[in-house]
């Protein structure tokens, strides 16, 4: 959420901000601006909406100037308004700010007290004006920018832009991510590393509590202690093509067929010869924990419950599943020789990473599995396993979620080698299978016609209901949320065997029931609760292979997928709930790749 660029260099910056905010654009926002300096004057335009209207409101009132600040923002204090919208500004500084500064309201009373009065909704205001009263006391930008940095409580990654040098970016890091980008006689702020990508291959991340100066010629980085700290510059290699929608009408739609190529790559990742495992950094010794604590939040949190059935199964190893933001709070004790293993697309989910900073010292090790290597929470971890998705921009989650399970699959498969739980026959069967998964999940794409046919009527719903047992529960809880989440149906997801204990009580004809139910040993009792469905109206959209099909018998819709280990079916059958959500949600004419509210990337409470 919130994206954030700075620039300084020899060109005019306000092209090279609106572009580098085009590439944010998949972090969620509501409005967006830009401020720049020219000829010692500091000026911004803003706009509510797209960055389309930013664009225009550039065309006919263009800002010059060779150094400047871009925002994209998701609203948190304040309704989405132009006054509302980033940069902010209180004389001759303005700022930027993704995050929530806790203690605003204190802020606002001290500034009050001195008869400095606020003019919009956010807390970000006072950031803006608490710099300048800094400057008003004398302070340099520097100073100003560090005293206000001193006062401020909460989360927030901040560039400062002063009126006074237009060769000076501050920037701020204190929970959500940060980056300076190295060129030639120019230098950047941004977000992460897609907004720099065009710009600059050299990045430096900036840690917890640091503080950069920035010139065209220099970046100097300062710890939270005011000393200087050498963070390392690495090199960043993002293709460009990653960000556009390669012919596809939407990112989502371009990210739901990447999911053959990606999965493949994460196979081969895990399995360089094809026959055995190899986990990176020498991997992980799981005969040395006795449990494993599986921590995420949204999509990734589906991914362990999933996870769950895979380690408990195959290693025989317990594993308890949280929500990040419930683990952080409810402090659990965590008992030695306890693992505790985070899942997060971004690397940067505030919650999560708050778990994980929790577990240290207390859990035995810490692995993260994320999209992105130099994310926060990787660089916390003791062992990073990357899922080598490539870039998602879609804020629905496909083939991240897709590239978890499948890392998840081959974790949990290792542990149990590890613990002489499996077969080295039934190994050798599953890594046979799983190498060719990438091809079956092309045929499985085969369906996608069909899907779009059956949103046409998914659309009308008010409510649509998913039901699946084992390893299909996850995975209809996680088709349950791509519906809601773009396409703006309440839908909900029940293990099938809860539905005569309450759920059944809202099946009519007017509720779709999506069952998922590979021909696998709980098919049966799968099929008997949606009998149960079919006798009190229901319409029922039955997922299976085409032997649970022509069983089932008679249903409303079907989907017929591959036949395929059952296993590997979790990561199988997220793709029709993929499907369904994306093409309902084309059908009711929502914004599939940026919904409303949503944010990529969630980097605060």
């Given at each position: 959420m919130c994206g954030i660029i700075g620039y300084l260099g020899s060109h005019e910056a306000a092209p090279f901000l609106v572009e580098a905010l085009k590439r944010l654009e998949y972090r969620g926002y509501d409005s967006a601006g830009i401020a720049t300096i020219q000829d010692g004057r500091l000026d911004r335009r803003r706009a509510v909406g797209k960055l389309v209207n930013l664009s225009d409101a550039l065309v006919y009132d263009p800002l010059a100037g060779k150094s400047g600040i871009g925002h994209t923002r998701w609203a948190t204090h304040g309704a989405p308004t132009e006054g509302n919208a980033h940069p902010h500004r209180a004389g001759p500084v303005a700022v930027v700010h993704n995050g929530i500064i806790e203690n605003f309201r204190e802020l606002r009373a001290d500034l009050a007290s001195k008869g400095i009065a606020h003019q919009t909704e956010t807390d970000t205001e006072t950031v803006a004006l608490l710099a300048n009263h800094h400057l008003s006391e004398g302070m340099s930008p520097v100073d100003a920018a560090a005293a206000t940095i001193a006062r401020l409580e909460g989360a927030f990654a901040l560039v400062f832009l002063f009126e006074s040098d237009d060769n000076l970016l501050i920037a701020a890091r204190k929970g959500p991510p940060l980056a300076v980008g190295h060129g030639d006689g120019e230098n950047y702020v941004g977000s992460d590393a897609i907004a720099l990508a065009p710009l600059t291959d050299r990045i430096t991340y900036l840690e917890e509590g640091d503080m950069a100066i920035v010139t065209r010629q220099s970046i100097e980085?300062?710890?939270?202690?005011?000393?200087?700290?050498?963070?390392?510059?690495?090199?960043?290699?993002?293709?460009?093509?990653?960000?556009?929608?390669?012919?596809?009408?939407?990112?989502?739609?371009?990210?739901?067929?990447?999911?053959?190529?990606?999965?493949?790559?994460?196979?081969?990742?895990?399995?360089?010869?094809?026959?055995?495992?190899?986990?990176?950094?020498?991997?992980?010794?799981?005969?040395?924990?006795?449990?494993?604590?599986?921590?995420?939040?949204?999509?990734?949190?589906?991914?362990?419950?999933?996870?769950?059935?895979?380690?408990?199964?195959?290693?025989?190893?317990?594993?308890?599943?949280?929500?990040?933001?419930?683990?952080?709070?409810?402090?659990?004790?965590?008992?030695?020789?306890?693992?505790?293993?985070?899942?997060?697309?971004?690397?940067?989910?505030?919650?999560?990473?708050?778990?994980?900073?929790?577990?240290e010292g207390k859990a035995s090790s810490i692995l993260a599995v994320v999209n992105v290597a130099e994310s926060s929470i990787a660089r916390e971890s003791d062992l990073v396993l990357p899922i080598h998705a490539g870039v998602e921009v879609g804020v629905a989650s496909t083939k991240a979620f897709t590239c978890q399970l499948t890392v998840l699959l081959i974790l949990a498969l290792e542990a149990a080698r590890q613990r002489g739980e499996i077969s080295p026959e039934r190994l050798a069967d599953v890594l046979s299978q799983l190498r060719n998964l990438p091809a079956v999940i092309g045929n499985a794409l085969d369906t996608d016609a069909f899907a779009a046919h059956v949103s046409n009527e998914l659309a009308e719903a008010q409510d649509v209901l998913f039901l699946g047992r084992g390893l299909m529960f996850p995975i209809a809880m996680e088709g349950a949320l791509k519906m809601k989440e773009i396409s703006y149906i309440h839908a909900e997801a029940y293990a099938s065997g809860e539905l005569k204990h309450g759920p059944i009580a809202l099946i009519d004809s007017h509720v779709p029931v999506v069952v998922m139910a590979p021909r696998d040993a709980l098919y049966d009792k799968t099929v008997s609760n949606m009998q149960e469905v079919m006798a009190r109206g229901g319409k029922v959209l039955l997922i299976s292979d085409s032997a649970g099909i022509e069983q089932a018998g008679e249903v409303w819709r079907s989907i017929t997928l591959p036949r395929i280990d059952p296993l590997l079916t979790p990561i199988l059958y997220a793709l029709p709930a993929q499907l369904l959500a994306y093409h309902t949600a084309i059908a009711k004419g929502t914004d599939v790749d940026q919904p409303r509210n949503l944010a990529k990337s969630v980097t605060v409470e």
């Amino acid at each position: 959420m919130c994206g954030i660029i700075g620039y300084l260099g020899s060109h005019e910056a306000a092209p090279f901000l609106v572009e580098a905010l085009k590439r944010l654009e998949y972090r969620g926002y509501d409005s967006a601006g830009i401020a720049t300096i020219q000829d010692g004057r500091l000026d911004r335009r803003r706009a509510v909406g797209k960055l389309v209207n930013l664009s225009d409101a550039l065309v006919y009132d263009p800002l010059a100037g060779k150094s400047g600040i871009g925002h994209t923002r998701w609203a948190t204090h304040g309704a989405p308004t132009e006054g509302n919208a980033h940069p902010h500004r209180a004389g001759p500084v303005a700022v930027v700010h993704n995050g929530i500064i806790e203690n605003f309201r204190e802020l606002r009373a001290d500034l009050a007290s001195k008869g400095i009065a606020h003019q919009t909704e956010t807390d970000t205001e006072t950031v803006a004006l608490l710099a300048n009263h800094h400057l008003s006391e004398g302070m340099s930008p520097v100073d100003a920018a560090a005293a206000t940095i001193a006062r401020l409580e909460g989360a927030f990654a901040l560039v400062f832009l002063f009126e006074s040098d237009d060769n000076l970016l501050i920037a701020a890091r204190k929970g959500p991510p940060l980056a300076v980008g190295h060129g030639d006689g120019e230098n950047y702020v941004g977000s992460d590393a897609i907004a720099l990508a065009p710009l600059t291959d050299r990045i430096t991340y900036l840690e917890e509590g640091d503080m950069a100066i920035v010139t065209r010629q220099s970046i100097e980085i300062r710890d939270a202690n005011g000393s200087l700290a050498n963070r390392p510059v690495k090199t960043i290699r993002i293709d460009n093509t990653m960000v556009d929608k390669g012919g596809h009408k939407h990112f989502m739609g371009k990210e739901i067929a990447e999911q053959p190529r990606v999965i493949g790559e994460a196979i081969r990742a895990y399995m360089p010869d094809g026959d055995t495992i190899a986990l990176p950094d020498g991997g992980f010794d799981f005969t040395a924990v006795d449990r494993l604590t599986l921590v995420a939040c949204g999509t990734a949190y589906y991914a362990c419950l999933t996870a769950k059935y895979w380690f408990e199964q195959l290693a025989r190893l317990p594993v308890e599943v949280d929500v990040a933001s419930e683990f952080r709070y409810r402090e659990p004790p965590i008992p030695a020789r306890t693992a505790a293993l985070f899942v997060s697309q971004s690397g940067e989910t505030a919650d999560t990473l708050a778990a994980l900073r929790y577990c240290e010292g207390k859990a035995s090790s810490i692995l993260a599995v994320v999209n992105v290597a130099e994310s926060s929470i990787a660089r916390e971890s003791d062992l990073v396993l990357p899922i080598h998705a490539g870039v998602e921009v879609g804020v629905a989650s496909t083939k991240a979620f897709t590239c978890q399970l499948t890392v998840l699959l081959i974790l949990a498969l290792e542990a149990a080698r590890q613990r002489g739980e499996i077969s080295p026959e039934r190994l050798a069967d599953v890594l046979s299978q799983l190498r060719n998964l990438p091809a079956v999940i092309g045929n499985a794409l085969d369906t996608d016609a069909f899907a779009a046919h059956v949103s046409n009527e998914l659309a009308e719903a008010q409510d649509v209901l998913f039901l699946g047992r084992g390893l299909m529960f996850p995975i209809a809880m996680e088709g349950a949320l791509k519906m809601k989440e773009i396409s703006y149906i309440h839908a909900e997801a029940y293990a099938s065997g809860e539905l005569k204990h309450g759920p059944i009580a809202l099946i009519d004809s007017h509720v779709p029931v999506v069952v998922m139910a590979p021909r696998d040993a709980l098919y049966d009792k799968t099929v008997s609760n949606m009998q149960e469905v079919m006798a009190r109206g229901g319409k029922v959209l039955l997922i299976s292979d085409s032997a649970g099909i022509e069983q089932a018998g008679e249903v409303w819709r079907s989907i017929t997928l591959p036949r395929i280990d059952p296993l590997l079916t979790p990561i199988l059958y997220a793709l029709p709930a993929q499907l369904l959500a994306y093409h309902t949600a084309i059908a009711k004419g929502t914004d599939v790749d940026q919904p409303r509210n949503l944010a990529k990337s969630v980097t605060v409470e």
